[in-house]
């Protein structure tokens, strides 16, 4: 069974930074993508980031720019985050595609507020 903990989020100002950390534990063999979601109050789970083993990556236009997702071949991978902004505010959820099975993290708050 493959567990993901995620950490890191926190309460920032607008303009600032944070960086999220998931970490996985289990057998991750046939993993195909990690990334990045998040559910904002009142929306639905939406992509952040995603990053293939073969290092390809997806971003969601309104993060581009701003995002950055790694891995390690460890089963870690992080998210950079700057200028973030108000609506960046939302619980940021890590997954990990392995052999076509969706595996998620509890999540972490980031909330973005003067």
């Known amino acids: 069974q493959v567990q993901l903990v995620e950490s890191g989020g926190g309460l920032v100002q607008p303009g600032g930074s944070l960086r999220l950390s998931c970490v996985a534990s289990g057998n991750i063999f046939g993993l195909s993508t990690m990334g990045w979601y998040h559910r904002a109050p009142g929306k639905e789970r939406k992509l952040v980031a995603v990053l293939t083993t073969g290092g390809r990556t997806n971003y969601a236009d309104s993060v581009k720019g701003r995002f950055t997702v790694s891995r390690d071949n460890a089963g870690k991978v992080w998210l950079q985050m700057y200028n973030l902004r108000p609506e960046d505010t939302a619980v940021y959820y890590c997954?990990?595609?392995?052999?076509?099975?969706?595996?998620w993290g509890q999540g972490t708050q980031v909330t973005v507020s003067s």
């Open positions: 997954n990990f595609n392995i052999l076509g099975n969706n595996y």
